[in-house]
Each structure stands twice: as structure tokens, then as C-alpha cells.
């Protein structure tokens, strides 16, 4: 793959000419457009910028960042500046995670393809690279080898090689990185240089604790027979039913030599491979294709669900955009929600109410979910609808609705799904769902969110009435029935009176209040019902197994507290354990609750649907996640946190800083089973930290279970640093010697780090004894 990049680095027209650099204009905002030079370097893989050419030049962005890159009318911001800037010389570099995107216009056409043309080039062959490519590619040494050869002449001296040790995170004693620097020196020139360099590099990343593990299975210390790895395999690796199989389906896959291959044997370099490489990571990879039963009703499913989809920040004076819809729709998020309010010339716009959130058409929004809406999968989309709006504006967002999503759009009951009874997912592929409010005969019901929105009027309103600092009247207080006659009529302008045209594009997903569980059962074959997390908390704890049951046949929907402001989050676990199907999260926000939302979706080809366990869809179930009884049995998880990687370092540290590393893993389940335990730091080492050091779990309900590694920089003035984290269902965990490839915050790979660890799940025999 290396050799690949660097032959179309030699002959692509496109990469020659990024590679001789480009004055590009660099726009952030409206205000805002400035030219920048930008540069392809000569490994391939970055990008740098400068003020000018010959100008002092920084690293704008990898190539590894990159999702994918859009033409100019495609962005969002470029649109709005249509007037001032040609929208056929833009283009945007849109990047994984909640990096934000950036927006550039070329000074031509031809400019703007070339660079077009050549990212997607270089986007699709690092996509296309496996683990062990990513980690063998010469372009990754390469920017190793230019960090560390400070005066840029080819060549690194050992002064260079000890600067560079720091760089890579680690502190080794001078007297042994000089035995390495003149080991690798085969030319005798007291400098490395090409190969050399990469001799260097290969002795600095030797793996003790793996090769004594290859030596306590392999006879002669030189490679490992079929039997061999079929006794690892079955011992270590707990393969038990196809042990046979899978050791000659690996050797063929990793080891490196044809004879080795031949003969059926694994040297240790293709043992090392195969640790490094899918098959040796710790989630198991039968759980990433879509594996469930998706033929069941869909409230038998947890739904990957997004709070206020449209908000890229917090939720008083954050951005709206349609590119939260398009970040959320490829995350594989499958409801998504979209508060719309009346807006000029007819045509309705979506914000936060009664916010400074900036405002966008409605119009673009369903454009957006039309596009997006089944790039990543082809599973059902929820459109929930918080409709502020007035008759003529909902008229508009069902005609939007329906001529922009077509037949994208299910407009009408399916003839093989029974009445009491919702579709499937499968049955339900390539449709978008719209969820709200519907007319009936009933008297016009309020739901959570709108009880919300009553209360928050009226703290509002006292607010102004009280303490209006640009009043001119005395400061009075307002009689208690004036007041709410004052806070009804606003809800009345904020709720009014439903249009048949968009109450009949709601099918399946009727928002209904919620009273109590009783009310429920008795009035709904189905319905969806929203609650705040506080709310939602409350019964949990009041009625823990009636919400079990609930589920079973209801859709329920959990919304942050509104007093989140800063658009953080909960942790979704406590809400997934009594089944509730769609628990919101503000997706523009990483961190623990997002974690284990991207972690726990992972599984079933990222679908966003994930098949609640048999005890959260029986009617008759007795559990209760507060209480948990019979037949649940307790299991014992040991892990044993061996070493790491590569880790890289935090934030802004200074060159000669290097990190001491420790690592937290975190089991999320049920109350009784949630528990944290952590490693030792080690002391300057981030480049092959060892830890060797075991912690010992209980679970009760493995199948709700969810684990989070987390490797931290120890810092005994203050909190520890977060450096990278991995989440992952229990039930999706691979038992034995794993590898675990760590995420940066936005959810984006920190190849090649990592941490190396062992695994194993086994009954807890003191309860079976008592």
C-alpha cells in the first residue's frame, strides 16, 4: 500500500500539482475568508498550510482525518456566500468526527477539481488499508523520520534519535537507545538513514510480553505448528467449536511466507499480525455485520436517537445546521428531531424556541434527511416533529415533507402488519417514519415535552415580569390565576390547532401523553411517549418493571433535562435497562454518554437498531433492573490490562513532556453490576507502557452490560488527561489475548495506538456454593 501511494504520488497529475502547493481562499465565516497556501507533503499523507509559499508552514490536517470531500454547492456556508464567491472553484474537506469542516475556494475551476480529484484519490486508498498496512505504510515512518530530523538533511543523529524518543512518548535509558541507534547504523556513519531508520524503528517496537507468549506455545520458539496454535486458540482464545478451522484460515491470512503458509505453520511476526488485526480484536467481529432478528415489532428494538439534531453546540446561543443532520444520519443515528417554527414568506425554519439559536429552513432540512438518510444504512429514519407552527406553515411542511422525501416517505399503513401490532425494521428498509402529533376525537393532548415547555413559560414569565431590567413600571407581582390565564395564551400561540394535510403523515409514530402505565395499556395498541430524563428516572425507580412492561408494547423516548444548556449528556444505560427504545443524546457532544451510545450501536452493522434482550420484550417479565432476581447468575470478568502502544500525547504537551499512563475500565449495566477499577500509572512511558495488572468484575445481567476502556495521562496536581477510549458491548466482547485500538474523543481511530489485553467471562462458582 505504501508503494502504491508513493507511485501515484509520481504519476497522478492531480497529487503533482497539490504537491507543488496552491494559494486557496480559507473561509470560516461570512466575515471571514482568507488565502492560505496549501501544500501536499511528499509522504502522502498530510497536508500543510502557510501564510504564503516559503512561509513558515503548519500541519493543516491528515489525510486519515478526512471522510470525504464535497463539491462547493454542497456546503452549507458556501451557499450563503454565493454572491461573493464562485461556488464551482469551492469544495469542502468534511472530517470524521465532530471536527469542523473545512470550507475552501480555489482561484479556478481547474484548481479546485485538481484538488477534489486528488483527496478523494488519497481518501480512498487509506480507507481501503487494513490495520497492519496503516501500521507498515512508509508514509507513517516517514513523518516519524521528519519530526525527529530537526534540521531536515535525510539523515538523524543520535541527538536527533533521543529527541525523536520524546516526541514517540517515551523515555529510555541513553546508554541502551545508543546500543539500538548503532545496531541499526549498518553503514557506520553515526547517522540513520532510510532503511536504517526503519531497522531502528522495528527494534523500538519490539513486543516482549507477545513474543513470550508465542514461546509458551511454540516448541522451539520459532514458530507455532497447526497444533500449536490450535492448543492457543482453544486455551487462550476460547474457540472451542472451530479451533481447527480457524487456525488455517488465520495462518493463511497473516502469515507473512509462502512456506510458512505451505507448511501451515505461523512465525512470529504473523502471530503478532493476526493479534494487531480484526480477528484479534477485542470486539468481536460476527457482531459487526447485522446479525439480529430484525423482523420483530420495532419497539423490540433500541434506535440510535439524537436530541436536537439541528444544533452543532449548546442549546441557548449554539449554531443550527443541516450538517448535524448529515453528521448524525452517517454516525448511524435513526431518529433524528427537528423543532419547527413559523418563518418568513411562508416557508417554516427550524431552531431551538425562545433560544438565540441561529435559524434554517425547514425546507433544507428534509433535503438533507432525504439525501443522508440511507448512505450509512437502509434501516428506517424517525422524523420526530416538535410542530410549533400555525395551519398555513403545517400545510407547508407537509407539502415539504412530501414531494422532497417522495417515496422515501411512508404516507400510509402496511396491509400485512397487523392493527395492534408495529412493523418490523426489516419490513419498514428504505422508509422514512414520521413521528407526532395526530388528530383524534379525544381532546387535544399535551406530552412530556410540551409540560415541559409550560413550566418553562412560566419561569420565563415571572422572570420578565420581576426582573426586567429595561422595564419602565414599578416591579409588581402578577395574582396566581392572571398569571396562568398569561402563560396559557402564550401556550396557545405555541400549540396550534393541528392540520389534517400533516396529521395524516403520521402512521405508526403517534406522540401520546403519558398519565400512568395503566393508561397507557388500556388506551394505546401503541404509541410513543416522551420523558424527561428526571421523569424517566422517577418511574424507574417508583415502578421499574411496569416501564419493562410498558415497552414491550409502547415506544418511549427519552429527552435531556432542560437544563442542560451546554448540550451535555446523560448515561443512556440506566434508560436501555427497563427497554426504552429511543433515548436522545445530544450527538454534537463527546464524552461518556456518547461513548456508550457509539460503542453500543457498533454492533449489528451500525444499523442504529439493536434487538433488546428476551427478558425486555416479554409481556410477562418480572425483571427489574433495580431489583434483579432468578434466573439471572452472577459472572466473574477478569481482565488483565497487559501493555499499550503508542499512546499518544495530550492536547498541548510540550515536547520533552511525556505522558504516565494508566488505564480505567468501566462496566455500565444494571446499578448492581456498574463498578469502575483502574491500573498504576507508569512513569514516563507512553510509547510501550506495561502495566501486568488484573481486575475482577461481577455481573448479574451480562446482557445489558457495556464496557469502557479509558487510557488516562496520571497527573497528580489535577484530574487525569483523557488520551484515547474504546467502548463496546459485554455480550460483543472476544474472550482472550486482545488487542484494543483506541478512539480519540469524537470517536475518531488513534492508530497505531493501542492497549494489549486478556480476557475471560466465567460463572461465579462462591454463588453457585451458596
Sequence with gaps: MASLIQSRLITDPNLLLMQEGTLIRKVRSKSWKKFRYFRLQNDGMTVWQSKQAGAYAKL????????????????????????????????????????????????????????????????????????????????????????????QDGRMSFAEVQRLLHLMNVEMDQDYALQLFKAADVSQSETLEGEEFVQFYKALTKRKEVQELFENFSSDGQKLTLLEFVD???????????????ALKFIDRYEPSDSGKRRHVLSMDGFLSYLCSKDGNIFNPACLPIYQDMTQPMNHYFINSSHNTYLLGDQLRGQSSVEGYIRALKRGCRCVEVDIWDGPNGEPFVYHGHTLTSRIPFKDVVTTVAQYAFQTTDYPVIMSLENHCSWDQQRTVAQHLTEILGELLLNTALDDVPLNQLPSPERLRGKILIKGKKL???????????????????????????????????????????LQLQVKDKMKKAKAILCPALSSLVIYLKSVSFKSFTHSTQHYYYGIASFSENKAKHLI?????????????????????????????????????????????????????????????????????VLKPKFLRDTQSSFHPERPIQPFRTKILLIQVISGQQLPKVGNTKERSIVDPLVKVELFGIREDTSRQETNYVENNGFNPYWGETLCFHVRVPELAVLRFVVKDYDWRSRNDFIGQFTLPLSCMQQGYRHIHLLSRDGISLQPASIFVYTCIRDDLQEEDS
Excluded at 406530552?447 to 419602565?472: C, G, I, V
Design 541 to 609: 425507580k417508583e415502578a421499574g418493571n411496569d416501564f419493562v412492561h410498558h415497552n414491550t408494547s409502547q415506544l418511549s423516548r427519552i429527552y435531556p433535562s432542560r437544563l442542560r444548556t451546554d448540550s451535555s449528556n446523560f448515561n443512556p444505560q440506566e434508560f436501555w435497562n427497563v427497554g426504552c427504545q429511543m433515548v436522545a443524546l445530544n450527538m454534537q457532544t463527546a464524552g461518556l454518554g456518547m461513548d456508550i451510545c457509539d460503542g453500543f450501536f457498533r454492533q449489528n452493522g451500525s444499523c442504529g437498531y
Design 60 to 151: 493543516s490536517f491528515s489525510i486519515s482525518d478526512v471522510e470525504t470531500v464535497r463539491m462547493g454547492y454542497d456546503s452549507e456556508l458556501l451557499r450563503s456566500l454565493a454572491e461573493e464567491l464562485p461556488l464551482e472553484q469551492g469544495f469542502t474537506i468534511v472530517f470524521h468526527g465532530r471536527r469542523p469542516n473545512l470550507d475552501l475556494v480555489a482561484n479556478s475551476v481547474e484548481e479546485a477539481q485538481n484538488w477534489i480529484r486528488g483527496l478523494q484519490l488519497l481518501v480512498e486508498l487509506v480507507t481501503s488499508m487494513d490495520q497492519q498496512e496503516r501500521l507498515d505504510q512508509a508514509g507513517w515512518l516517514s513523518d516519524w523520520f521528519q519530526r525527529g530530523d530537526k534540521n
Design 232 to 246: 492457543f486458540l482453544r486455551e487462550e482464545q476460547k474457540e472451542q467449536d472451530c479451533a481447527l478451522d480457524l
Design 440 to 482: 383524534t376525537t379525544n381532546e387535544e393532548e399535551e406530552d412530556e415535552e410540551e409540560e415541559d415547555m409550560r413550566s418553562e413559560l412560566e419561569r420565563r414569565h415571572a422572570t420578565e415580569l420581576e426582573l426586567d431590567p429595561y422595564s419602565e413600571t414599578e416591579t409588581q407581582s402578577v395574582p396566581a390565576p392572571e
